[in-house]
């Protein structure tokens, strides 16, 4: 069954520095997310993005906050300057166009010191 | 603002009861309502939806009910199991313009042996 990856599974940074968070979305879906959770808190969406440009973003993603797809599979978060309120899990998901479901991947739990 | 949330933060049962998880929704436009379950240490996973139209939809154990008129939403879940322990988010999805799911608060379910 396809699902969608995501690497590292952990990754601890010194607040100030630069993440890439990376995701692989299933193949033929053509909208992709990323949400984040702080521990015991809501999923909270950060952006979609869609026919290769962000289709739209919440008050979370700001200037801090990127995203790309560099190529024809991979699906990146880049965190400039972390700040130790950064530290959460961070989830991709992708879907189909016009669909409710969403999959998700396990998650890069970030952990900001 | 927030548009969706829940009435109850945990829930308790036993096994092979009845469970009900309930959820307030703010924004009449969205096009489907949508149930995830999260187990410990994963991404959320697509339980059921509902189009915005519907009043009732019903899968495998599990029956979503949908009331336009107070804007409540509500996931049943029939003869309870361990595997049924888990957080349970109640989303929405509109899919004019941009595809943007956003989940509300979530509830804490526990089955009790």
């Known amino acids: 069954e396809p699902e969608v990856t995501q690497t590292p599974s952990h990754q601890v940074t010194q607040m100030g520095q630069e993440v890439i968070l990376r995701c692989v979305p299933i193949s033929n879906h053509l909208y992709f997310y990323w949400y984040r959770q702080i521990l015991g808190q809501k999923v909270e969406f950060l952006v979609s993005?869609?026919?290769?440009?962000?289709?739209?973003k919440s008050e979370i993603f700001d200037d801090q906050f990127s995203v790309e797809r560099p190529d024809g599979s991979n699906f990146t978060l880049k965190i400039r300057s972390t700040k130790l309120e950064d530290s959460a899990m961070y989830f991709c998901a992708s879907t189909r166009q016009g669909n409710t479901e969403a999959f998700f991947g396990q998650g890069t739990r970030l952990t900001v010191v | 603002g927030e548009s969706v949330g829940l009435h109850l933060p945990t829930l308790s049962v036993q096994e092979g009861d009845n469970s009900i998880i309930n959820c307030a929704y703010s924004?009449?436009?969205?096009?489907?309502f949508i149930w995830y379950k999260q187990e410990s240490g994963k991404g959320p996973q697509f339980i059921i939806d509902?189009?915005?139209?519907?009043d009732k939809r019903q899968g495998q154990r599990v029956t979503v009910l949908l009331n336009k008129t107070v804007k409540h939403l509500s996931l049943q879940i029939a003869a309870t199991q361990p595997g049924d322990s888990a957080v349970y988010f109640c989303a929405e999805i509109l899919f004019q313009g941009a595809q943007k799911l956003v989940f509300g608060q979530g509830t804490r379910l526990t089955i009790n042996p």
């Open positions: 924004n009449s436009a969205s096009d489907y």
């Open positions: 509902i189009r915005s139209n519907m």
């Open positions: 993005f869609y026919n290769n440009e962000i289709s739209e």
